[in-house]
């Protein structure tokens, strides 16, 4: 299943270095050029790990920091996907081309002090632009907790919860969190009228369901913040959360069997419980529009334009809650604007997807759907399968 300047570049991790640092590295990638067959290059208190290393740090950050929504290519799921910390060689340079490579230094960074531990940062660090979080790398790895929804990590007293399955959420994403069916009612009802409100009622029956990640993998064999349950599925039955209670940190849930329908082209909609309501509705407007185009008849699409249709769906929404009144966004000052800053967080995080099926698909539609509008498209693509040009 993903801290960060506001809105200036969006969500990434960046590593930062001291200006000696920057020159220690300089010379150190010189050097590595002539070592061609060498596993690390180690200079004085520089490291530089082979790529194969790198990839294998990157897998493991990735396991702990969630971003935003990425999509199931097989089953129209929006899969789990983590933001890449490794992103430019000298992050004030914005114009630096870089490697993958993750850097360290024993030197001291005077100016820096770790959000974590409150200690001068020594080694390698990471600086979340979006929240501006600065922190040790080693917290990446040494159970430091970190938010499953937003992926900031707990500084200070915050008081994280843990839930059922092992995901960790910060006070600020339990504030608005879907934790069983009476919380998502309402929710649901909101995405219908967004629907609705675009003349795109749906009148055909899905079951929506909550879930917890080991229901997910269980049915897909990996995370995913929501799934579409096709005909194709061969799945009789699913179990969802009824019920969620708060012991302490800890969240405990029941859950029940819901049998499914046989013979339906929808069987269901799963959604993956505790998640903030801004998250979790921008996940099913998404899923709901794959399940549109199903019940509708869209078949054969590239999956360039049918992920990239739910990708501008999930984004609309989340437009739309900017002028809709944000109803549930009640309490102090602080909270409402941590969920302002959320929403805008999850945004950006689908306009600047990379991906060919989820990024490129989702500008491509849009920017159909601002030239000719969303029914034009919609229309052109039911009777051609392409975008209109």
């Not at 929504?69 to 870089?98: C, Q, R, V, Y």
């Not at 649901?188 to 009148?203: A, P, Q, S, T």
């Not at 699409?301 to 739910?310: A, D, N, R, V, W």
Request: proline share 4%.
């Amino acid at each position: 299943m993903s801290a960060y300047r506001f809105l200036d570049e969006g969500p990434s991790y960046e590593v930062q270095f001291s200006e000696d640092e920057n020159e220690d590295v300089v010379r150190a990638i010189d050097l590595s050029l002539q070592e061609s067959q060498a596993k690390e290059v180690n200079m004085g208190d520089i490291e530089f790990p082979q790529i194969d290393e790198v990839e294998e740090l990157a897998q493991e950050m990735e396991e702990i920091t969630l971003s935003s929504t990425d999509l199931s290519a097989s089953t129209g799921g929006i899969e789990l996907e983590w933001w890449k910390h490794f992103k430019e060689f000298n992050p004030s340079d914005p114009t630096s081309k870089g490697t993958s490579w993750w850097r360290k230094s024993s030197k001291p960074c005077n100016t820096l002090v770790c959000d974590v531990c409150e200690e001068q940062i020594c080694s390698a660090w990471l600086r979340c632009s979006y929240w501006g979080q600065t922190f040790c790398q080693k917290h990446t790895s040494d159970g430091t907790p970190c938010c499953c929804a937003c992926s900031r990590v707990k500084i200070g007293d915050m008081k994280f919860i843990t839930l059922s399955d092992g995901r960790k959420l910060c006070p600020d994403c339990r504030h608005t969190a879907v934790m069983d069916p009476e919380d998502c009612k309402p929710l649901l009802d909101e995405v219908h009228r967004f629907f609705k409100g675009l003349n795109m009622k749906i009148k055909y029956y899905i079951p929506i369901l909550l879930v917890d990640n080991d229901e997910i993998i269980r049915i897909h064999k990996k995370s995913l913040l929501g799934l579409t349950l096709y005909e194709k599925f061969e799945l009789d039955a699913v179990n969802y959360v009824t019920r969620s209670t708060q012991r302490g940190e800890n969240i405990k849930v029941v859950k029940e069997v819901e049998q499914l329908p046989p013979g339906r082209k929808v069987k269901a909609v799963l959604l993956l419980y505790g998640f903030p309501k801004i998250a979790l509705g921008a996940t099913l407007a998404h899923e709901l529009m794959h399940a549109w185009m199903r019940v509708q008849g869209y078949p054969g699409l590239s999956l360039p334009i049918e992920e990239g249709l739910s990708q501008v769906m999930a984004h609309k929404w989340l437009e739309w809650q900017s002028f809709a009144g944000d109803d549930y966004m009640k309490g102090t000052s602080d909270k409402v604007q941590f969920l302002r800053n959320l929403k805008e967080f999850l945004k950006y995080g689908i306009e600047k997807r990379h991906s060919e099926a989820y990024g490129h698909g989702f500008r491509e539609v849009k920017w159909a759907v601002e030239r000719y509008g969303l029914r034009y498209t919609l229309e052109h693509i039911a009777r051609t399968r392409k975008l209109p040009e």
